[in-house]
């Protein structure tokens, strides 16, 4: 049975700085999905990771994917304000997706 | 095109009502799915319907029935609210041979 994992679960983190999210999974998964979750509302869409290897890019967002060691990073380059959100890592066989606890990134000024 | 709508938005219930949410696409998705998010928790998964006329089970389908009605439509039935059901709900659709899942806006329920 799959289970995600992700760390840290909070993070507090000045604007400008780096960091990254870790998202650990147990079993075999045929994708990593990444969301971002503002308070109150629902997911967006950030990434889907298909293959070992795979990186994907949006402005300060990038994901990678190491399916051999069962992990994907969401790093966070220059954060600014409006980063802040909670983060979700999914992995999932056949669209049944199994979410991690999220990430909630809180940057300060 | 409204994507996935939910209603209602927020709703209360007492122990032992039962209430059924309700989940539309305008996007002829083939496969929809019902979770659940508690504070602190990611989603977990109810039930799904991977087509028209199927229906399974997820992570925590237990104190739920679904209906897929129809391609656009997909229901979630509490038949007896628990005040462990205190939720907020969202229910997602995708597109046959995408990877994606579209989420709908959530419907907030607590039950007292």
């Known amino acids: 049975e799959l289970k995600v994992e992700q760390n840290p679960l909070f993070l507090s983190m000045q604007e400008g700085k780096n960091y990254t999210i870790y998202c650990n999974y147990s079993?075999?998964?045929?994708?990593l999905y990444w969301y971002r979750q503002d308070p109150g509302k629902s997911l967006e869409s950030l990434f889907v990771?298909?293959?070992?290897?795979a990186v994907k890019q949006e402005g300060r967002l990038m994901a990678s994917l190491d399916t051999k060691a069962r992990l994907s990073t969401l790093h966070i380059t220059a954060a600014v304000h409006d980063l802040s959100a909670t983060y979700f890592c999914?992995?999932?066989?056949?669209?049944?997706?199994?979410f991690g606890q999220g990430t909630t990134l809180q940057v300060k000024p | 095109n409204a994507g996935v709508t939910q209603t209602p938005k927020f709703q209360v219930l007492k122990t032992g009502q039962s209430m059924t949410l309700q989940c539309a696409q305008d996007?002829?998705?083939?496969?929809m799915y019902w979770y659940r998010q508690d504070p602190g928790m990611g989603l977990r998964l109810i039930y799904y319907?991977?087509?028209?006329?199927?229906?399974d089970k997820g992570e925590v389908p237990n104190g739920y029935n679904v209906s897929r009605l129809n391609k656009r439509e997909f229901s979630l039935r509490l038949e007896s609210a628990a005040p462990s059901q205190t939720s907020v709900y969202f229910c997602?659709?995708?597109?046959?041979?995408?990877?994606?899942?579209?989420f709908g806006p959530g419907t907030r329920l607590t039950v007292t």
């Open positions: 996007m002829n998705h083939n496969s």
């Open positions: 999914a992995g999932g066989n056949t669209g049944k997706l199994i």
């Open positions: 319907s991977a087509s028209e006329g199927t229906t």
């Open positions: 997602a659709s995708k597109k046959q041979g995408s990877y994606e899942q579209y």
């Open positions: 079993t075999t998964s045929d994708r």
């Open positions: 990771l298909l293959s070992n290897g």
